[in-house]
C-alpha cells in the first residue's frame, strides 16, 4: 500500500514562493514517475508536473513553466515542487501523485494510480 502526505500549503502574496513536500511510503518509490496536480475552485484537477523515476526527466504545463521546479530525493522518498513567483491563478488545493508505471512522463489522472489527500495553496494579491 503507498501513502502520500503533502505539506508545505498555505498562504502567501503575489510574486512570493512556496515550497510542497509530499511524503510517500512503500519501497517501490524511487521506481515510479510521481506528478503534482492542482484543482481550483470550479475547475477540474489539471495537471502542473511530472518527474521521471530517477529525477532526470521532467515535464510542466505551460502555465507553471520557468517558476515552478520539481524535484525527487529517492533517498527520502519525497518529492517537492519549488513555486517561485506566484500568481493568484495559482490558487489551489494541490496533490501529490504516483504514476501507475514507471515508463513516460503522463500529464492524465487516469495515467496516476495512488493520490495525497492534497495541500491547499492561496495567492492573495
Known amino acids: 500500500q503507498v501513502q502520500l502526505v503533502e505539506s508545505g500549503g498555505g498562504l502567501v502574496q503575489a510574486g512570493g514562493s512556496l515550497r510542497l513536500s509530499c511524503a510517500a511510503s512503500?519501497?517501490?518509490?524511487?521506481?515510479?514517475?510521481m506528478g503534482w496536480f492542482r484543482q481550483a475552485p470550479g475547475k477540474e484537477r489539471a495537471f502542473v508536473a511530472a518527474?521521471?523515476?530517477?529525477?532526470?526527466?521532467?515535464s510542466y504545463a505551460d502555465s507553471v513553466k520557468g517558476r515552478f521546479t520539481i524535484s525527487r530525493d529517492n533517498a527520502k522518498n519525497t518529492v517537492d515542487l519549488q513555486m517561485n513567483s506566484l500568481k493568484p491563478e495559482d490558487t489551489a488545493v494541490y496533490y501529490c501523485?504516483?504514476?501507475?508505471?514507471?515508463?513516460?512522463?503522463?500529464?492524465?489522472?487516469?495515467?496516476?494510480?495512488?493520490w495525497g489527500q492534497g495541500t491547499q495553496v492561496t495567492v492573495s494579491i
Open positions: 501523485a504516483r504514476a501507475a508505471s514507471n515508463y513516460g512522463l503522463p500529464k492524465t489522472m487516469g495515467e496516476y494510480d495512488y
Open positions: 512503500g519501497r517501490t518509490f524511487s521506481s515510479y514517475t
Open positions: 518527474i521521471s523515476w530517477s529525477g532526470g526527466r521532467t
